[in-house]
């Protein structure tokens, strides 16, 4: 086989004293990657926080019932006047406190 | 004319022991603010007229002052009698302790002054609590629940001393010390178990409809 003229000339790219020349296409693919990564992570913080907002509704319990409701109202007539003379001396709790005057006017 | 007479008449009979005292208190604190003013006048310009003013205002702040405090006393007098009954020889010794000091007002000692106005609120406490409790045992006896009272009276009566102790306790100095907070926080505990009495006695008489 013949050889040809040019069959041992090295090209510039296999050349290893020479970098070879940068893929265009690689610095979009890590900003797709990096906006993949972050949508990836807002969507599992999202769908976190659902899961938390969410509440069961409340089952509501039962409480006992006091067996004395509206005390007042229940009290026998024959007690009643007795009940509200008490009353109106508990009520009775206004007092009127010492009013500020200036000891010193004049001198 | 005659019914101008018969308004002034009723207009008499109608004024309270309170009512004077709130009028009193208007009456002081219009003439207060008045001698301060003359007298920060007077300070200014140091002269006859402003001088002159401001003594007057002080002689009209100083009379006001002295019937405002006469128709406070009154007052406390006044509504000592309310429950007088529960404790007659303590109150009627604060009344009258009231009364000198109404008839000696050109002379007051302030402290002094001071410490029968707090003294006298002490003993009206002291007594509504003392007919609360004279009240309860008259239920308690109708409702046959003596017992609830009597078990809690001597805590009660007990606690009612210490409040009247802390009232009368002698001044340290010549200035006043204000031991009404106290006596309020003792009178706070003996609220409780007058309020346990009544919640009782209360449960015993729905229980009896």
Sequence with gaps: MDETQFQNIDTPIITPLSSPPKKKFTIPLI??????????????LLKKNNVEEYIEPSIPTPTPVPTIINQANQIPTQFKSQFDQ?????????????????????? | MFGLLTFFVLAQNLSTPLSDYQYQIGQYQTSYSDYLNK????SQYHDLSSEQDKNEATKIAI???????????????SN???????????????????SSQINNLDNFNYTNLQVLFYQALT????????FLLDLYLKLAQTLNAKTIVDNQTPSIVQSLSEVKKISLKPLL???????????????????DLLNLIYKNLTQIAVKTN
């Design chain 1, 31 to 44: 900003i797709i990657v990096l906006v993949i990564l972050i949508s990836l992570i807002i969507l599992s």
């Design chain 1, 86 to 107: 008490i009353d109106s001396v508990k009520k009775d709790t206004s007092e009127i406190l010492p009013p500020t005057v200036d000891p010193d006017i004049g001198i």
């Design chain 2, 39 to 42: 007298k920060n006048i007077f």
């Design chain 2, 63 to 77: 009379t006001n002052r002295q019937l405002l405090l006469k128709s406070y006393l009154v007052l406390l007098s």
């Design chain 2, 80 to 98: 000592l009698e309310k429950y007088k009954s529960s404790s007659i020889d303590d109150t009627t010794k604060i009344q009258n302790d009231i």
């Design chain 2, 123 to 130: 003993q009206h406490q002291i007594n509504r609590r003392l």
């Design chain 2, 173 to 191: 100095s010549d200035r006043f010390k204000d031991f009404y907070p106290d006596v309020q926080s003792k009178l706070t505990e003996t609220d």
